[in-house]
């Protein structure tokens, strides 16, 4: 009855607007001070940071003379850099809760500046292991203890040697980071804080802004006038600033593939693969899945045509709500409950942490202008503890994403306990495991308590919704990356209107706009300019992964498989200490197969039929 009652709640935010940041509680908002008391503490610790680089500096051609003056160097280079990710959070989280505040934007800078003298003043250490008889480096990680948190790194540095360069090389390198950055700093300043975004006028008279956080909210309005009006507007804005926009991603891929060439990879996929020595194909192999499955996802859409009651499904229409009169929304502490009952199959020690974040003000909750949309988890301060920023608006998908970024924290707590820092840093390949994991749990806790058949529909869809968005979106987003980064490998343009035809050629295809499944206007065919993760270097194709494997663990876990809470809790436990394949082996999931893949199209198609079976009773 409570999880109905919550279910059923009318919350005073089921219509956020963005308020003024003096006008939120405290308890609301992350508290940064836990790492830096002052930004003046921040600064001191900034310079004498830099005193140490200058003596870690100095140790330059000595690492061969002992295996202690190995293991010294070491440790001195990870204390640096345990206290550069805590210093690069603190300005970083900052200049995210207003990107158009130019002080906290100095930080920012601040710290790029000091990382790029960072790389450049060490790019000699990996250069001159590398230098050694491969054998002299086994033979010092036998002997020496203070190297044993480091036989990972130093084995993998290894395997990786032939795309490390020469020391004077090595320092270019690491000197160029400083301009590498820039496409993803111009967009986030551009889309964030200064692109001109339109102001609407909504069927009930409401009228709103259409920044990214607006858009995210109004798009899943119950009217469809409204959805066209809103996805007209925020992709015509974007659309405006297309040769922007493009020569922003323009520069991003080339980037990459200047990397790539330099260190002597074949394309730049495989550069980024290799840091977490994936095999390109895992990344071929998930496109290649989902165009063999998108009978399955035109299925979903043909159901989410028949709910809405359209005559044609437009691609305004596919964050629409599709039960009638059930516009689900939760106020902040009706959310934290759901939380914590969903997380009741990973025990009281689990919980517990979960607790902390929400008292002890780990998470930023509430919109505000000029903060940084969307969510994310950043576990990069070691000793303090994971930090999270939210936009929560209200709705269901604002209680996943909580939940979803709960569980990076989580993945972050745990390794960074159980591993020394040299090793507690998981890779991106994992990183939305326990994301999604955890947003299956909230699903099926909710479907548990939840009979109504209305409401059931409504979660039913919504998991649907997110394996839309998590798979097939993502895995629609890595194949768009793929083709614009072999574009320029193969000395084609991108220019704003070819990437408009490629995203365009893309999109139709997976939502079956030939076919008629779901008409995708020109206008919304800029969407790529909205997406960032397009400056992550090959990130988006992990949501879907992640999510399979996932599915494939949370499945374990909710049928009482025995030991399969023990070795997921290994598994967010054992941070960057293998590689990311052979973790999920030992999890139970081998993402090398099809086999993580099918189980979802599986499950997914199960869910269709149950959707089915309840509009059968002419539920709507």
């Known amino acids: 009855m409570i999880a109905i009652s919550m279910l059923f709640a009318t919350a005073t935010e089921n219509k956020a607007q963005t308020r003024e940041r003096s006008e939120i509680e405290d308890s609301f908002k992350w508290q940064l001070e836990d790492m830096y008391a002052s930004v003046a503490d921040w600064n001191k610790t900034k310079d004498e940071l830099a005193q140490e680089i200058d003596v870690l500096a100095s140790k330059k051609g000595t690492l061969a003379n002992s295996a202690k003056d190995l293991a010294d160097a070491l440790k001195l280079s990870t204390d640096?850099?345990?206290?550069?990710?805590?210093?690069?959070?603190?300005?970083?989280?900052?200049?995210?809760?207003?990107?158009?505040?130019?002080?906290?934007?100095?930080?920012?800078?601040?710290?790029?500046?000091?990382?790029?003298?960072?790389?450049?003043?060490?790019?000699?250490?990996?250069?001159?292991?590398?230098?050694?008889?491969?054998?002299?480096?086994?033979?010092?990680?036998?002997?020496?203890?203070?190297?044993?948190?480091?036989?990972?790194?130093?084995?993998?540095?290894?395997?990786?040697?032939?795309?490390?360069?020469?020391?004077?090389e090595e320092t270019i390198l690491a000197q160029s980071s400083m301009m590498a950055s820039t496409p993803n700093d111009i967009y986030g300043v551009f889309s964030n804080s200064e692109l001109p975004y339109p102001e609407v006028t909504l069927s009930d008279g409401t009228t709103v802004t259409l920044n990214k956080s607006n858009y995210s909210l109004y798009r899943a309005s119950t009217n469809r006038e409204d959805r066209e009006i809103v996805f007209d507007a925020f992709f015509g804005a974007l659309s405006k600033f297309k040769n922007t926009f493009g020569t922003q991603l323009y520069g991003e891929v080339k980037t990459n593939l200047f990397y790539a060439r330099t260190r002597g990879y074949n394309s730049s996929l495989e550069r980024a693969l290799d840091a977490n020595n994936i095999p390109t194909?895992?990344?071929?192999?998930?496109?290649?899945?989902?165009?063999?499955?998108?009978?399955?996802?035109?299925?979903?859409?043909?159901?989410?045509?028949?709910?809405?009651?359209?005559?044609?499904?437009?691609?305004?229409?596919?964050?629409?709500?599709?039960?009638?009169?059930?516009?689900?929304?939760?106020?902040?502490?009706?959310?934290?409950?759901?939380?914590?009952?969903?997380?009741?199959?990973?025990?009281?020690?689990?919980?517990?942490?979960?607790?902390?974040?929400?008292?002890?003000?780990?998470?930023?909750?509430?919109?505000?202008?000029?903060?940084?949309?969307?969510?994310?988890?950043?576990?990069?301060?070691?000793?303090?503890?994971?930090?999270?920023?939210?936009?929560?608006?209200?709705?269901?998908?604002?209680?996943?994403?909580?939940?979803?970024?709960?569980?990076?924290?989580?993945?972050?707590y745990y390794s960074n306990h159980a591993q020394p820092f040299e090793t507690s840093d998981y890779s991106i390949f994992v990183a939305e495991v326990a994301s999604t994991f955890n947003e299956a749990l909230l699903i099926h806790d909710q479907l548990e308590k939840i009979k109504d058949d209305k409401v059931r529909l409504t979660l039913l869809m919504n998991y649907l919704d997110g394996l839309k968005g998590t798979v097939f979106r993502q895995a629609q987003f890595a194949e768009f990356e793929l083709k614009i980064h072999e574009a320029v490998e193969n000395n084609q343009p991108l220019t704003g209107d070819t990437l408009t035809k490629m995203y365009a050629d893309i999109v139709r295809r997976y939502y079956g706009h030939d076919k008629g499944v779901c008409i995708v206007d020109d206008t919304w065919t800029s969407e790529w300019a909205y997406i960032p993760h397009f400056y992550y270097n090959f990130y988006v194709y992990q949501y879907s992964t992640s999510f399979t494997a996932s599915t494939a663990l949370s499945e374990k876990v909710i049928n009482g498989e025995k030991g399969a809470v023990e070795k997921y809790l290994k598994f967010i436990s054992s941070g960057g200490s293998d590689y990311p394949i052979n973790q999920l082996k030992d999890a139970g999931v081998d993402m090398t197969t099809s086999d993580p893949f099918n189980k979802t199209m599986e499950k997914m198609n199960k869910v269709i039929d149950e959707i089915e079976d309840i509009l059968a009773k002419n539920v709507l």
Request: proline share 3%.
């Open 281 to 412: 194909d895992v990344y071929l192999k998930l496109i290649e899945n989902v165009n063999n499955n998108l009978d399955s996802f035109h299925r979903y859409l043909k159901l989410k045509q028949r709910m809405l009651g359209v005559d044609t499904l437009k691609y305004c229409d596919i964050y629409a709500p599709v039960v009638e009169g059930l516009d689900l929304n939760f106020d902040y502490n009706q959310a934290q409950d759901m939380v914590l009952a969903s997380l009741e199959p990973l025990g009281d020690e689990y919980k517990n942490v979960v607790r902390k974040a929400f008292d002890e003000r780990w998470i930023d909750v509430y919109p505000t202008p000029g903060k940084r949309s969307g969510a994310y988890s950043n576990g990069s301060a070691y000793d303090i503890h994971p930090y999270i920023l939210l936009n929560y608006n209200g709705k269901y998908d604002d209680v996943s994403t909580l939940i979803h970024e709960l569980g990076h924290t989580m993945h972050s």
């Open 80 to 168: 640096i850099t345990k206290e550069f990710y805590k210093l690069y959070s603190y300005a970083s989280m900052s200049y995210d809760e207003d990107t158009g505040n130019s002080e906290t934007m100095a930080l920012r800078q601040q710290m790029q500046q000091l990382g790029t003298q960072f790389g450049a003043k060490t790019s000699w250490i990996e250069p001159e292991i590398l230098s050694m008889d491969p054998e002299k480096v086994k033979s010092f990680i036998d002997s020496e203890k203070g190297l044993e948190t480091y036989k990972f790194y130093l084995n993998d540095l290894l395997r990786r040697q032939k795309h490390t360069l020469s020391e004077k």
